[in-house]
């Protein structure tokens, strides 16, 4: 199962842009990259998913160069409520099986 | 459509007492993973299971144990409770083992 690093924390302001990169050496060829974002005490809310180069929903960008050795989440303008653990998991997607492996982390912290 | 559902919420228990988790997946989807978080080892795999069969298995004793009925529900079951056991335990869905979609989460202290 391919491993993923994260930094363990970052702090960030309102308004501002914030980038979360993933380090996943060991990915493999039919590996995706998810990401999760959790408030306490609650389960893991999808943000986005990609295989390879840009994908964009309403929510987050997520940045994956040619490699895919790395990943970068991108959150725009961000407020008080992203303030959240976010995660990034590499695995199997449409329908290998579910064996996601989740890291430590980011913990995020958004302040006025 | 609505999300997944886990019952009970909350659940106290005293050591040595076995408990059963319950998870209604979201409609349509077949495979239902189940995850223990903790402050010291966070989100760890349990299993999952696709229609009505275990189809992978994470690193947790053989107290852990669960099933899949042919509605796609699963259920939980932890025996012998241990003091370690109290965690948040997290019941996640998706079609065909992709994009996993998780549930409020259960609860679990051990007494």
């Known amino acids: 199962l391919a491993k993923t690093t994260q930094p363990i924390s970052m702090d960030s302001y309102e308004g501002q842009e914030v980038n979360i990169t993933c380090s996943h050496n060991?990915?493999?060829?039919?590996?995706?990259i998810t990401w999760y974002q959790q408030f306490p005490s609650q389960g893991p809310r999808f943000i986005i998913q990609?295989?390879?180069t840009k994908v964009t929903n309403e929510v987050a960008s997520l940045f994956i160069p040619a490699d895919r050795k790395s990943s970068t989440l991108s959150l725009p303008r961000v407020s008080l409520s992203d303030t959240a653990v976010y995660y990034c998991?590499?695995?199997?997607?449409?329908?290998?099986?579910?064996?996601?492996?989740f890291g430590t982390g980011t913990q995020l912290k958004v302040e006025l | 459509k609505a999300g997944v559902t886990q019952t009970p919420r909350y659940l106290i228990k005293t050591r040595g007492q076995q408990v059963t988790l319950s998870c209604s997946p979201i409609?349509?989807?077949?495979?239902v993973s189940w995850y223990q978080q903790t402050p010291g080892q966070g989100l760890q795999f349990l299993f999952e299971?696709?229609?009505?069969?275990?189809?992978n298995k994470g690193n947790f004793p053989g107290r852990f144990s669960g099933r899949q009925f042919s509605n796609s529900r699963s259920e939980m079951n932890v025996s012998t409770l241990e003091l370690g056991d109290s965690a948040l335990y997290l019941c996640?869905?998706?079609?065909?083992?992709?994009?996993?979609?998780f549930g409020p989460g259960t609860r679990l202290t051990v007494l």
């Open positions: 996640a869905s998706s079609y065909r083992g992709d994009t996993q979609y």
């Open positions: 060991n990915i493999a060829t039919n590996d995706y």
């Open positions: 990609g295989y390879k």
């Open positions: 998991l590499v695995g199997k997607g449409g329908g290998g099986g579910n064996k996601l492996t």
């Open positions: 409609s349509g989807h077949r495979s």
């Open positions: 299971y696709f229609s009505e069969t275990q189809r």
